[in-house]
């Protein structure tokens, strides 16, 4: 059983779980996901194979999780017999009462994502707040409760040792994985223009105006150049607003979701990637660009520097810095031969330390771990 949200895959801990659950599947594993539906019945259905039940969800603020905890309570005590273990995504899943083992993968403390919350509108206030209250007491419960607790970078190890006092030893840190043999080098040629790829929320905190202006720099030194970029989220219209503003309609591309397929090709045909964000904990974008062969510029935070290391497959700048991201940009664009030997490394380690067995195995002894606990 995976508790998660949300599902199918939107974002990166949707697309985590996804894959998590392929792998348990594709080696003889039954997976049950629960996560959020609407506010109406109890939906069920299947998903490329796994079991999805979506849980009413009713967004009445600051009892939304307490009210949605009593509905998985109830759908949850019927399948307990036929459960083994109980695999959390935090942050915001409620607790539920069970004698099965609990192993819980903490993707960013909610008090890290509480102090990232832009305060500019009602509801960013009321979601500051209900993380200080409501959600930080939930996951020190969560994980309190839990077997084993998981986590995606060893940055993020460091801070469940700072805010929750768990020491990093009793940690086990499982990265993330991906699918290398789908996400690779090569593939046909279907973009005639030389572009730099984005990947993600279009959200102010991944970055994306920075990425503007950035942008801005690199399209009046390099004409022939322009950006992709791939995704949607709340600055999305107001993102296309400001490109229009600045007159870089031709060199700004807002794609809005694409599927699978197309992401592959924008990867493949793409010159690098760029990943502008604030904070992450380990993301998935990157593990994909990567495993494509892509040379990578992303800014020095915590999840980032766990996968980018500074010269050798890519180039670390300070968040919040356009001029440094156009700089370091520039410099691959100018260096060819550079940039091929960022590429190539970058998909090496991919190989070396982040494919889908890989994940797959260091999961599982996560979990026959909370197995032995749980007797």
């Known amino acids: 059983m995976i508790l998660s949200l949300p599902f199918p895959p939107e974002e990166g801990i949707g697309y985590y779980t996804y894959f998590l659950s392929k792998k348990l599947l594709d080696n003889g594993h039954d997976v049950v996901i629960m996560t959020r539906g609407s506010w109406k019945k109890v939906q069920m259905e299947k998903y490329q194979g796994i079991e999805v039940i979506k849980v009413p969800f009713i967004p009445l603020y600051p009892f939304y999780l307490k009210i949605h905890g009593m509905f998985l309570s109830d759908i949850f005590r019927e399948l307990e017999p036929s459960i083994d273990l109980i695999h959390y995504h935090s942050p915001l899943p409620p607790l539920i009462k069970t004698k099965c083992p609990i192993v819980t993968t903490i993707h960013t403390p909610m008090l890290t994502d509480y102090r990232y919350i832009r305060m500019d509108s009602a509801y960013s206030f ?31 190890a460091q801070e469940l040792n700072e805010e929750y006092f768990l020491e990093t030893k009793k940690i086990c840190i499982v990265g993330n994985g ?43 030194k390099k004409p022939d150049v322009s950006f992709m970029l791939a995704g949607r989220g709340r600055d999305y219209e107001t993102l296309k607003a400001r490109i229009k503003d600045m007159g870089l309609q031709e060199k700004f591309l807002l794609l809005g979701q694409v599927s699978k397929e197309r992401l592959l090709s924008l990867y493949q045909n793409a010159v690098l990637c760029v990943f502008p964000s604030y904070h992450e904990g380990l993301p998935t974008v990157l593990l994909e660009a990567m495993a494509c062969g892509l040379p990578i510029v992303s800014t020095d935070v915590r999840g980032n520097r766990d996968l980018v290391k ?17 700089t370091a940009i520039l410099s691959l664009i100018d260096d060819e031969t550079l940039a091929k030997s960022y590429g190539e490394n970058a998909r090496k380690f991919i190989e070396n330390n982040y494919t889908g067995d890989q994940f797959y195995l260091k999961v599982l002894r996560c979990y026959e771990l909370a197995l032995d606990k749980g007797r």
């Open 126 to 156: 009321f979601s500051k707040l209900s993380a200080r209250l409501v959600s930080y007491p939930m996951e020190k419960k969560l994980i309190k409760a839990s077997n084993v607790v998981m986590t995606v970078s060893n940055s993020i």
């Open 310 to 326: 500074h010269g050798e497959n890519g180039v670390l700048v300070p968040p919040r810095d356009p001029r440094a991201l156009a």
């Open 178 to 220: 991906v699918d290398e043999k789908y996400f690779c080098p090569g593939g046909k040629k279907t973009e005639e223009r030389k572009y730099i790829i984005y990947v993600g929320k279009i959200d102010a905190e991944k970055g994306v105006y920075d990425l503007l202006e950035c942008g801005k720099i690199v399209c009046e």
